[in-house]
């Protein structure tokens, strides 16, 4: 597997990422652990972690995988901290206390001293700016987190923290998680800008639109396909409209033209795009893990991309 560096830091992460969104829920500790040691086999490190994945349970699963025997010096733990389930309801709170209190909860979970990459999972409006992003940088400084991020954040507050952490000679950004595909390329133009001024490195959430990519709903909803389940049916229902089909028909022309799979196709594009560091894998068993590793993922021919960016533009 192919290791990039995130953004201008010295961090590498490998270019396919394990999500673990399902976790405890929808993916059992088997398949789990399973997708972890293939990952690892693989070349590849970065696995992306909340308390709020798997309804609270995805955080317990990753423990118990640390603790049967995988080499901790051979992950990069990526969490996103200041959304949680607390009495079966999600919750916010990236206060001081709030954000501290879970990162040690986490590490206590998970039997480790730090993570790799801490990132505030969304913005906070009710908690003061300077409370939120000092108590961020703080978590590098204490030595309980090695870099800081950004996830499902907009552009213009992207840059406020950056310029904040810059001109404080703060720990700094170095990555930004945010939804990308060929069906969803709202951060285009404005996100992107912001991560080529500060040097941020961009990893992929829902790089194949939920499945949606894959092909599988062209024509029908498989009944085991996130579609058909109620908990995960609104992470792909965007993507069923008129248009979102009429692109993956593009999606795939150019995928039997290549003689690829429309998620080959797919995912090497988005790793074609500028500043792409991973892409995290939603896939919620290990047989699904698998195919995807065994993708080819090679550049795309250029006139293919240009192609798909101006039918997806």
């Not at 929808?26 to 972690?49: F, P, S």
């Not at 423990?63 to 919750?91: A, D, F, P, Q, Y």
């Not at 800008?193 to 829902?206: E, K, M, R």
């Amino acid at each position: 597997m192919k290791n990039n560096k995130v953004g201008t830091s010295g961090l590498r992460v490998g270019h396919i990422g394990l999500g673990t969104l399902t976790w405890g829920r929808d993916t059992e500790y088997d398949d789990a652990a399973r997708m972890t040691q293939a990952l690892i086999d693989a070349g590849g490190n970065l696995i992306d972690i909340s308390p709020l994945y798997g309804e609270g349970l995805a955080v317990g699963v990753l423990g118990k995988i640390l603790s049967g025997g995988v080499r901790r010096e051979e992950m990069t733990i990526s969490v996103h901290l200041g959304l949680g389930v607390k009495n079966g309801r999600v919750c916010q709170d990236a206060s001081r206390s709030g954000l501290i209190s879970a990162l040690d909860q986490l590490l206590l979970d998970l039997g480790t001293d730090h993570v790799e990459i801490v990132s505030l999972a969304a913005p906070d409006n009710d908690v003061p700016f300077h409370e939120l992003v000092d108590t961020l940088a703080a978590l590098v400084t204490s030595g309980k987190a090695r870099y800081l991020g950004l996830a499902n954040h907009p552009a213009w507050e992207i840059a406020r923290i950056s310029q904040y952490l810059t001109d404080m000679h703060l720990p700094e950004l170095t990555s930004v998680n945010a939804d990308y595909s060929l069906l969803n390329r709202t951060i285009d133009d404005d996100v992107t800008a912001v991560a080529d001024t500060f040097g941020l490195g961009i990893i992929a959430q829902s790089p194949l639109a939920g499945g949606v990519l894959t092909g599988k709903y062209r024509s029908t909803i498989p009944a085991t396909s996130r579609a058909a389940t109620e908990h995960l049916s609104a992470t792909v229902d965007r993507y069923l409209d008129s248009d979102s089909r009429r692109l993956v028909e593009a999606v795939v022309k150019a995928a039997d033209g290549l003689g690829r799979t429309p998620s080959d196709v797919s995912l090497a594009w988005l790793l074609g795009r500028p500043h792409v560091a991973s892409l995290l894998s939603g896939a919620r068993t290990a047989a699904q893990f698998d195919q995807l590793l065994a993708l080819d993922l090679t550049p795309l021919p250029g006139q293919v991309s240009d192609v798909l960016d101006e039918v997806t533009a």
